[in-house]
């Protein structure tokens, strides 16, 4: 996956060779460094704010701290936590943690990764190396669909903080 050098080959996100400015975090979730590297890299170019988490208790730890992201892109396969486990512990969680759109990501054609993945919550799945009009298309999208969402009612009243802030 490369990012492209020239204007003329930057993604429709640009505008004008130039990244949109805007005020979104994603959270990318993966053991990779070269996976989060890039991932990053995409999403930067066109003016998202990104953070990086090595497995999913990072990035459980991460969502109950404030600024809290706007979307999650989550490996699938990871040590400590995978992002199975840490996507339906997520959708357990208060409403506003709850509601934050899940990417997963994944190289492995194992199917029933897939499958458990979005039964645990996730929003949508791209398969890795990702394409890089697919991957900022969902993105875009999952923001656009997570504001327009309201508040619903609270499944648990309270969060520790305190392994993170």
């Known amino acids: 996956m490369n990012l492209p050098e020239q204007p003329s080959k930057v993604p429709a996100a640009f505008a004008g060779g130039r990244p949109q400015a805007n ?4 959270l990318i979730v993966d053991d990779l ?4 590297l890039i991932l990053s890299k995409i999403l930067a170019r066109v003016g998202y704010e990104v953070e990086t988490a090595n497995n999913g208790r990072e990035a459980l ?4 701290c ?3 992201p706007d979307l999650i892109i989550s490996d699938v396969e990871m040590p400590v ?9 997520l959708r357990r969680m208060p409403d506003a943690i709850a509601r934050i759109p899940v990417v997963a990501a994944s ?3 194992d199917p029933i990764l897939k499958r458990d993945m979005l039964l645990a919550g996730a929003d949508a799945f791209l398969a890795k190396p ?3 009009p697919e991957l900022l298309e969902t993105v875009g999208r999952l923001i656009r669909e997570s504001i327009g969402r309201g508040p619903t009612e609270p499944r648990i ?3 520790n903080q305190a392994s993170c802030c």
Request: glycine letters at 6%; hydrophobic letters at 35%; charged letters at 25%.
């Open 23 to 26: 005020a979104f975090r994603v």
């Open 33 to 36: 460094p070269q996976n989060r």
């Open 107 to 109: 190289g492995s054609e």
């Open 130 to 132: 990702v394409d890089i």
């Open 157 to 159: 009243q309270s969060v």
């Open 66 to 68: 404030q600024p809290r």
């Open 81 to 89: 936590m995978d992002g199975i486990e840490s996507v339906s512990a």
């Open 61 to 64: 730890n991460r969502v109950v």
